[in-house]
């Protein structure tokens, strides 16, 4: 089993959804069921209705799971696993209070060492504790011997029992921190693989230790994801930044597919540059992947937008574009070399049929041209129709050309017209109506 845990603190951003599209890839490939579990523990962070819109980006990029689970329901097993690790004395009260902690962090900067727990609530008796009228956290006791783990990715790792430190498992509300609660619940779900983020490699020994401490003795796999950068900063990407929205991307008008294709491409040996999910199942090895940063470059998912775009079917584009006339579909294919999103292509149909009044500089043959259209507004061909405008306006050259590109079009540059007519010769009426 696998699991993609997102937190709804947030906008998805394309780590998460790099994430989650390689998660059910490998669980295809694999033949094992994908659990979407919503890490809601931390209620003070949690924005309502995030949850759902988690899972409504997943079916839009056809991201198949077996169930989902949100976290906080498993709250009765955090704490009675917390109170077994409390009973073998390998878990034990904490009373320090913020203020001390933070104490002992200060004193720790001062020193240039970094801050570990002092063990000073470790070895109360029972009797202590009992009579300690206070609220407290439970710390998980360090481990004693080392936490090794082997990334399939980026190879071995080893953690001292000092790097691991005595950690806080259930907060003094006794809800469980995220370490505890994720690798509860990854015990509890049988998970085989964990795929997420580099930034998770120093939670992953905390999480083997909870793990071994409650007995659990299943070998969990691990692969930590390289951070992806901004192209144009060479920084990580952060919440700040439109193009790591998910949300905003889609807005944008870039296709579930191209950005799919587009972060499973990211730091990635593949057989071909333009592929859909399905594709890459049968293809898709998680070790060809670098162990380096990958650079988001927006300019390349423009490129592999347009493509997934002239990829459609022309009624399926259509019905994006909100018509359902195969040859909208084939006129928003002209605009591909102007245009590289959905938004873009929008723009272009608005233009043909927004209301026009007349081009600057031939307000003249502007009306002339709409009056006799209106007339008669149906021609088979693009030359049938430019010969009756001469007949009737007597116009030539750019006094001809200009306006009637404008009328037709709404604005004064583009695909040329004759390629354009054949799909707009039905819509002639309401365009220069």
Known sequence: MLRFAPSPTGDMHIGNLRVAVLNYIVAKQRNEGLIIRIEDTDKARNIEGKDKEILEILALFSIEYTSVFYQSENLKYHQKLALQLMTQKKAFACFCSDEKLEELKEECIKKGIPFRY????ENLSDETVLNVNAPFTVRLKKPENNIKFSDLLKGDFDYAPFDVDSFIILR?????????ACSVDDMLMD??????????????????????SLGYEKNIEYVHLPIILNASTGKKMSKRDDESSVKWLIEEG??????ANYLVLL?????????????????????NLSKSSAKF????????????????????????LGF????????????????????????????????KTTLEGFEEESTKIKDVLKDKNYFETYDELK????????LKGKNLFKPLRYILTGVENGPNLADIYPFIKNYLGEIVK
């Open 387 to 394: 010969d009756y405008v001469v007949e009737k306006t007597a």
């Open 324 to 355: 359902a006339d195969i040859d909208i579909g084939k006129l928003a294919k002209l605009y591909l070399e102007e245009a590289s999103t959905i938004k873009e292509i929008k723009v272009k149909l608005d233009d043909i049929f927004k209301p």
């Open 191 to 212: 998970i085989s693989l964990v795929i997420r983020g580099e930034d998770h490699v120093s939670n992953t020994p905390k999480q083997i230790h909870i793990r071994n």
């Open 254 to 259: 870039f296709l579930p597919s191209s950005i």
């Open 172 to 180: 003094q509300d006794k809800t469980p921190t995220y370490n505890y």
């Open 297 to 320: 470059d927006i300019d390349k998912l423009r490129f592999i937008n347009r493509k997934h775009i002239d990829l459609l079917d022309e009624m399926r584009l259509s019905k994006i």
């Open 118 to 121: 002092d063990g000073f609530c």
């Open 267 to 287: 730091g990635n040996k593949t057989p071909t540059e333009i592929f859909t999910l399905e594709e890459a199942i049968s293809w898709f090895k998680i070790e």
